[in-house]
């Protein structure tokens, strides 16, 4: 059995004095799509943040292939190869396109990561905004130069942060054949995603949360099955 990109075991992390998750477990396999459902306030993105040392206090285990990493600073739990895309980018309005792109660099031990060649093949929109200044870049080009930058570090475990949230359905669509793409290269992902049917048919696995809890986890072949557990969880 191979060593999980990922894997949590009773995760426990606060916001000051504010106990946001309560005992997380999940686990993601290398080249896996997982997605993360759930409602606003459920505990998703703390997750996200908890895996990167970005809450207060954590409690339990973060192992990223292999590695315990609960007691470690951000800077060196990126260097396990993890990519965050938060949900709100952070692109440089006063940098180019390409200026963002160049801006992370490389992480160290992670492997090659994707050339500037291979990413503008892989979204041709940036290549033609390349010189166009942040701010002038419309929503969803936004978010494809967010997940570009972290491609190219070298990255390998992409942490995406409802990255469909707003954006009109000709770049959503854009967004979940890049996710099958990635997939196809190797990449591990987790996702945080409101929107369901962007989410249902990219998705290797499904966990649910509620009130800082996985209150369900499934497979993507028993997807029908679980439906109307999904609307009631989520009013899908």
């Known amino acids: 059995m191979a060593v999980p990109a990922l894997e949590i075991k009773n995760l426990h992390a606060w916001y000051g004095e504010s106990h946001v998750l309560h005992g997380v477990d999940l686990v993601v396999q290398p080249g896996e799509v997982v997605t993360l459902l759930g409602r606003n306030g459920a505990g ?5 943040r908890a895996i990167l ?15 315990e990493t609960i007691g470690l600073p951000t800077h060196r739990i990126a260097h396990f190869g993890i990519g965050y895309c938060p949900e709100e980018r952070g692109i440089f309005a006063s940098l180019s396109a390409e200026e963002n ?32 200044q942040g701010t002038r870049l419309s929503g969803g080009e936004q978010q494809m130069l967010a997940v570009a930058r972290i491609l190219r570090t070298g990255a390998k475990l992409l942490l995406l ?18 996710i099958t793409m990635l997939r196809a290269k190797g990449y591990t992902v987790l996702m ?30 028993e997807l029908q099955a679980k439906m109307s557990v999904l609307n009631e969880l989520l009013g899908v």
């Open 53 to 67: 040392g970005l809450t207060g206090t954590r409690k339990g285990s973060i192992k990223v292939d292999g590695h």
């Open 44 to 48: 998703r993105t703390t997750t996200m």
């Open 101 to 132: 792109l160049m801006l992370p660099p490389p992480i160290k031990g992670a492997g090659p990561g994707m050339s500037v060649e291979e990413i503008y093949a892989m979204f041709p929109n940036l290549a033609e905004r390349r010189h166009s």
């Open 161 to 178: 942060d409802e990255i469909s949230e707003g954006l009109a359905p000709v770049i959503v669509q854009a967004l979940a054949r890049m």
């Open 192 to 221: 945080v995603e409101q929107n369901f049917r962007f989410a249902a048919p990219l998705a290797d696995r499904f966990y649910v949360m509620e009130h800082g809890r996985v209150v369900e986890a499934f497979a993507a072949s």
